[in-house]
């Protein structure tokens, strides 16, 4: 076929390419702000918009023939991509990288990094979250809450009274730790590099732009660090898969449950490749959306003085300065409320990436096969007829809304829903449970808060507040917030 029959397929509207930036440009757009620049592309060309029209760009797809990317938004696109779990795929977390790797010996470790339950599609999918559905069921996971509120009562206890801290990297840190103790049985605190710390170190050398514009393996490059890097890690978890394989302790994070995991029917297990792509894949999935969360939930609350000093009421009153119990959780009505509102108005995961398997109808357009679909949950969430002021952070609105799971999914919907949504739950409220019973954070006026991150949304420099013992002065420190935080919520001061 040729190039111009190919782009007569590609129906999507969306801007032009620039002359000599091309389709570049867009693509850089949606990278650096993908709230703010779809936000233009949904209002200039409807609910389903590609990133430049005729096609041609290409974020996330290991497939070099990829025709297109096309963005979309609104419960019914959420439904049809979520239940047509056949037509969406799914690609493994190192996107176009995963191109190299049948390039060399060294390349060779891309196989397994990041593809885990990201990697497989279809069947294959199904079979393997069913293998590994026991280590994240509510009963499975009740006993991660010791390591939670462990793990938090020693940030906490570490932190400077009257001092300001860095609440992201401070969340950052405290999941990190989780992560790595419920996942790999270790903590970062007492081990040398952890792995956990040695992913940390994979991602950011595979985010940075000059790995994916110059995939080559020659020493010095970004890339060729990220494949010693990769290969690293892999080395690493084989000689933790190994360990726990013949100390067979007893041990019961959740790697050791995946390595003993076996289908009831069949006996199948999951294989040592699959391990190790799990076991990065879950550790990414749930460290740094968990840290955003809980950053924008700490933020929001200094915000809104009224919310903060009722939720703080009703933890005291619950729990009477003690950390929750498993039991307790499901009493602390306000602070579920007030999670399920963060994550509706600034969505700390705003993004579901897939590709087509097939041509398909989506949003009344045909998408070619190979299409990436970028599908926003973040603006699924801001549609004023499902959600009234849908700027306002509005906690209260809980109390009678009951949208379905495609009006609302910050945990995504089908075959495809977060396996870590309950774990993930638990965590932001044990944490915010103890972090705000001890202490008030109050947010140092004058900051700009802008958004970054595409896979996650977390505030691009941060946001320092200034940690007091509790002493209910909840107003202090609301207002005089810039930064285009401001268009995702309208803040009361
Ligand atoms: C507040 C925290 C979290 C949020 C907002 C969140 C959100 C999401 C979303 C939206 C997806 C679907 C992504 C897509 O299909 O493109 C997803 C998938 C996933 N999440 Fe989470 N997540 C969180 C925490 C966790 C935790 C704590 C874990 C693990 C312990 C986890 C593990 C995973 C995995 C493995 C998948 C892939 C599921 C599959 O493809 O079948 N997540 N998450």
Redesign the pocket.
């Known amino acids: 076929m040729t190039a111009l029959a190919e782009q007569r397929q590609w129906t999507v509207p969306g801007p032009p390419s620039l002359p000599i930036v091309g389709r570049k440009l867009n693509v850089a757009r949606f990278g650096v702000d993908s709230i703010g620049f779809s936000s233009q592309l949904f209002q200039t060309y409807g609910p389903v918009a590609a990133l430049t029209a005729g096609g041609g760009t290409n974020l996330y797809s290991p497939d070099s023939n990829c025709p297109g990317t096309v963005v979309a938004y609104g419960p019914d696109i959420v439904r049809d991509v979520a239940t047509q779990h056949h037509v969406y795929h799914?690609c493994p977390l190192s996107g176009t990288l995963y191109r190299q790797r049948n390039q060399s010996d060294r390349s060779k470790a891309l196989k397994t990094f990041g593809v885990?339950?990201?990697g497989v599609n279809e069947e294959n999918?199904i079979q393997q979250?069913k293998l590994m559905a026991p280590a994240?069921h509510k009963q499975g996971i009740n006993h991660y809450r010791e390591d939670m509120v462990a793990i938090t009562q020693s940030e906490l206890d570490a932190l400077q009274v009257d001092q300001s801290c860095e609440i992201g990297q401070f969340m950052q840190r405290l999941t990190l730790r989780i992560?790595t103790q419920?996942?790999f049985g270790e903590d970062i605190n007492t081990s040398d590099q952890t792995v956990g710390e040695l992913l940390q170190e994979v991602i950011s050398t595979q985010l940075s732009p000059l790995t994916r514009l110059l995939p080559v393996d020659i020493p010095g490059l970004p890339f060729s660090d990220y494949l010693t890097l990769v290969t690293k890690y892999e080395q690493k978890i084989q000689k933790i898969i190994a360990q726990k394989r013949s100390a067979d302790s007893g041990e019961i994070d959740?790697l050791s449950m995946l390595i003993h995991a076996r289908d009831q029917d069949n006996g199948q297990q999951l294989t040592e490749e699959e391990l190790i792509g799990?076991a990065g894949?879950?550790?990414l999935?749930?460290?740094e959306?968990?840290a955003?969360?809980l950053t924008w939930t700490l933020f929001l609350l200094s915000q809104h003085p009224q919310v903060y000093a009722d939720l703080v009421d009703e933890l005291e009153s619950v729990l009477q300065g003690e950390p929750p119990t498993v039991e307790q959780l499901s009493q602390l009505e306000l602070l579920d409320r007030i999670i399920k509102e963060s994550?509706r108005v600034v969505?700390?995961?705003p993004?579901?990436?897939?590709v087509t398997s097939q041509e398909t109808e989506l949003g009344g357009y045909t998408l070619p096969k190979g299409t990436e679909v970028f599908?926003s949950?973040y603006h699924t969430h801001q549609i004023p007829d499902l959600y009234r002021e849908p700027k306002a952070f509005k906690p209260e609105r809980w109390e009678t809304l009951t949208p379905s799971i495609y009006e609302f999914?910050?945990?995504?919907a089908g075959?495809?829903?977060?396996?870590?949504?309950a774990?993930?739950?638990m965590?932001?409220k044990v944490v915010l449970a103890m972090l705000l019973q001890r202490f008030r954070w109050e947010f140092l006026p004058g900051q700009v808060i802008d958004r970054k991150g595409l896979i996650?949304l977390k505030p691009k420099s941060g946001i320092n507040m200034k940690v007091h013992l509790q002493d209910y002065q909840f107003s202090d420190g609301s207002g005089g917030v810039q930064g285009n935080i401001n268009e995702m919520v309208q803040l009361p001061y």
């Open positions: 799914k885990g339950l990201f999918h979250r994240f992560a419920t996942l959740m799990h894949v879950i550790f999935a749930g460290h959306t968990t955003n969360t994550m969505a700390a995961v993004w579901n990436g897939r599908l949950l999914s910050p945990f995504s075959p495809r829903l977060c396996i870590g949504a774990f993930a739950q965590e932001l996650s």
